[in-house]
């Protein structure tokens, strides 16, 4: 790629982010969302937390585990989501799952 056509993507990268990122500046009046689209905003977090952490427990090196049973993160996310729907403290939950994830990685080799 040469240099003017990079300068152009970058250029042209800036123009889109901008121009969608301003449709909420530009309108007179706020804009009503629908009752449906408002009840979907409030799954969104929870999806796309799902959409990072579930292929990291379920796949090694871009294949699913075969023996799911023979690694240490599934029963850490058990474990750390057991302790969330126990005391629902992030902190807890973090150290929990490390606290299951490391014995197992360095004792068992999982």
Not at 33 to 40: A, E, F, T, Y
Not at 41 to 62: F, H, K
């Amino acid at each position: 790629m040469s240099t003017g056509e990079f300068l152009l993507t970058i250029a042209g990268l800036t123009v889109i982010t901008v121009v969608t990122r301003s449709f909420f500046f530009l309108a007179d009046r706020e804009l009503a969302l629908p009752d449906w689209v408002k009840r979907g905003l409030r799954y969104a977090p929870l999806a796309a937390l799902a959409a990072v952490v579930v292929p990291e427990i379920a796949m090694s090196q871009g294949q699913l585990i075969a023996e799911p049973w023979h690694d240490a993160r599934v029963y850490a996310a058990a474990a750390a989501t057991a302790y969330f729907f126990w005391r629902r403290g992030i902190l807890g939950t973090i150290i929990t799952g490390m606290a299951v994830l490391l014995p197992l990685r360095l004792v068992l080799g999982w």
